[in-house]
């Protein structure tokens, strides 16, 4: 699986951004989807998942309620709606691909076993 991240640039806070993710293959509805991010100095953390088959989704703490994630599987896309923008959320974000046969772990950046190049997100104050 390939992966194509874009959507990133620069927006003041509070403003909104939708990061959309796309996908080769042919599998790629059998894979849990994720993004993560990384704010320079940090380690990549864990942002929002989606469950192969869109059932369930997941949120970090610090983007709940702002965030939403979601898949078109006949697209081969998955997307990031980014509301409420603080500088905070400042940072690359990154998609990423695995096969699981269970949302185990589907916080961990280990278990995942693709990654797309990141685009680069800028919330200004």
Do not use: H
């Not at 864990?46 to 994630?69: E, L, M």
């Amino acid at each position: 699986v390939q992966l194509q991240a874009s959507g990133g640039g620069l927006v003041q806070a509070g403003d909104s951004l939708r990061l959309a993710c796309a996908a080769s293959g042919r599998t790629f509805s059998s894979y849990d989807m994720g993004w993560f991010r990384q704010a320079p100095g940090k380690e990549r953390e864990f942002v929002a998942a989606i469950r192969w088959s869109g059932g369930s989704t997941y949120y970090a703490d610090p983007v709940k309620g702002r965030f939403t994630i979601s898949r078109d599987n006949a697209k081969n896309m998955v997307y990031l709606q980014m509301n409420s923008l603080k500088p905070e959320d400042t940072a690359v974000y990154y998609c990423a691909a695995r096969s699981q046969g269970s949302d185990y772990a589907i916080w961990r950046r280990t278990t995942y076993d693709y990654w797309g190049q990141g685009t680069l997100v800028t919330v200004s104050s």
